[in-house]
C-alpha cells in the first residue's frame, strides 16, 4: 500500500515512519485535487486506452515513471507529462497501440524502440522515415495514427462525459477509475472503466441466474459425495475381501507346515 501512494519518489530508499507521514502531508491534498486523466483514442470517439500506473510510454517506461504530480496544473495544453528516467530524452508520456506485450511497427517496418523517443520520433535505422506512424488498426475501427494520447484535469473529463471515479491517493492512477478500465475500449461494456450499471430487470435475472447455479453446484456436490461414498464402499469391500484371503492363504499354509512337521516324526 505504501508503495502505490508513494511509487518511485522515494528513490529505492525505504522512507523513515516520520519522512512518510511528511511525504503523505505534503502529497495527498494536492494529488486528490489535481489528479489527472490520461486516456488514448480518436477524438470525439470512445476510450480506446485507459493508461494505469504500469502501462508503458512510447519511449518504454511506464506512465508512473512520468511526472504525474502537480502543485499547480499548468494552463498550456496539451499537458505535458515528462519522464523522469535519467538520459531519457521523452518530453511528454505518449501511449502507441501494443500487438501482444510489443509496440506496432511504423509504416518503415521498425519498431517503436528504433525510433527516438525525443519529439519527431525519427526512425534510427533508416532516412527514409519521417517520423513514427503506423498502419496499424485499432479495434475501434480506426487506424492507429488517428489516436491521440489525452490529458486533462477532473473538469475537462466530466465536461466530455465521462466518470472520473472516486478520489484515491495512488500515484500515477492516471485514466483508470475500475475494474473495466483494464480492458480495451471495444471490450469494455461503458464508455468510460467504471463499469456499467444493471437495471432493475437484468439485476432480477442476473441474481435468478446466481440462485439457480447455486443450487445446481449444489446438486452436483451431493451428487459427487454419493459417488464417492459408493466407490469408498466398493473399494473398503475388495480390501476387506484381500485380507480375508491373505488371512486363509497364511492359516493354509500354517496347517501344511504343521501336517509336514507330524508325518516326519512318525516316520522316525
Known sequence: MPHRIVGDDDGGRLFTPEEYEG???KVLPTRLRNRLYVSFGVPGGIDCKLIGPE???FCSHRY?????DFEEIPPERPL??????PGCRCASYLYVHLSGSQPVRC???HSA???SEAPGHLCRKCSACSGFRSPYTCGCGQPGHAHETLVETREERQARGRPVGRDVPYAAMGGLTGFSSLADGHLRLDPSGIGAHMSTELSSRFEEACNLQTQTSAECVTDLRTREERDMAYFEARYQERLKMEKAAKHKASSSKGKTSSDRSHRK
Open 23 to 25: 511525504y503523505k502531508r
Open 55 to 57: 502501462t508503458p510510454c
Open 64 to 68: 508512473k515513471q512520468h511526472k504525474t
Open 80 to 85: 505535458a507529462l515528462p519522464c523522469r528516467v
Open 107 to 109: 509504416r518503415c517496418k
Open 113 to 115: 524502440q528504433d525510433h
